[in-house]
């Protein structure tokens, strides 16, 4: 008989729900989606959605989700919810803001 190993539980297998707000194909906007998608695809793998809104096309979402600045990550879940505002160029503000850094 084999006794089986406790694994500690943590986020490994939690699937990220991510929601990033835009302004159409503005400079900012496109240099936090590439971020933005570098970061995930690297640190996340395939486990993450990511549901890109860009408010120009759907104000009622934005308004609904109280926007006050853009671009902005909204992290639905593991966890709490986390805002966070900017290109996403600042790799390790990400990551905390993600929970893995």
Partial sequence: MTAKKQVP???ENEV???RL???GASPNS???I???KEICDTFLKERYELEIID???QPLIAQREQIIALPLLVKRAPGIERRLIGDMSNRERV???LGIG
């Fill in 95 to 97: 990551l905390r803001g």
């Fill in 34 to 36: 590439l971020n933005l």
């Fill in 9 to 11: 539980e943590d986020n």
């Fill in 21 to 23: 707000f835009v302004t």
């Fill in 16 to 18: 990220y729900q991510l």
């Fill in 30 to 32: 496109t240099r936090a």
């Fill in 55 to 57: 408010v120009y096309q």
